[in-house]
């Protein structure tokens, strides 16, 4: 029994990496497309990353 796990494990590691070989970063790119994801929201004023709902600081008087 232990052996037919290892070698599914390993069986799993060698699929995983030849898939990795063929198309490397492309399951982070779907996925990220898929979920919407884009970059850090930005303050279009200064430039700082906004981080929470309330906005930036940049905006409010000092």
């Known amino acids: 029994m232990i052996k037919a796990v290892l070698f599914f ?3 799993m590691v060698a699929i995983g990496m030849v898939g990795n070989a063929l198309f490397p970063g492309s399951v982070g790119r779907n996925l990220r497309k898929k979920l919407g994801m884009k970059g850090p929201t930005t303050c279009k004023d200064c430039g700082r990353y906004i ?12």
Request: aromatic share 0%; net charge positive.
């Open 9 to 11: 494990l390993l069986v």
């Open 51 to 62: 981080i929470g709902s309330k906005g930036c600081d940049c905006k409010k008087g000092g």
